[in-house]
């Protein structure tokens, strides 16, 4: 999850749908919708680098797809 920019602004459709889905209180100062920055994407790798260093990640999201029937969950 990323945090917010700070404001209170309003936050979009796409965001309420996201928190509903998940029983996020309207109110928390995280969003679940927007896109990491380019720091936030650097530290992601280099977490994922020291949790899997072999790259076994990819071997287990690769799997989960195979795994997933066609009509799987979030796909229409």
């Not at 945090?3 to 928390?28: D, N, Q, W």
């Not at 100062?29 to 994922?48: S, V």
């Not at 990819?58 to 989960?64: D, K, R």
Request: proline share 9%; net charge positive; glycine share 10%.
């Amino acid at each position: 999850m990323m945090a917010g920019t700070g404001g209170r602004g309003e936050i979009s459709r796409k965001e309420r749908i996201a928190r509903a889905a998940l029983s996020m209180p309207v109110g928390h100062p995280e969003l679940l919708t927007r896109r990491p920055g380019r720091a936030e994407w650097k530290q992601l790798t280099a977490w994922l680098a020291e949790l899997w260093p072999n790259d076994e990640y990819t071997s287990i999201v690769a799997e989960e797809r195979r795994q997933d029937p066609p009509n799987g969950p979030g796909r229409r």
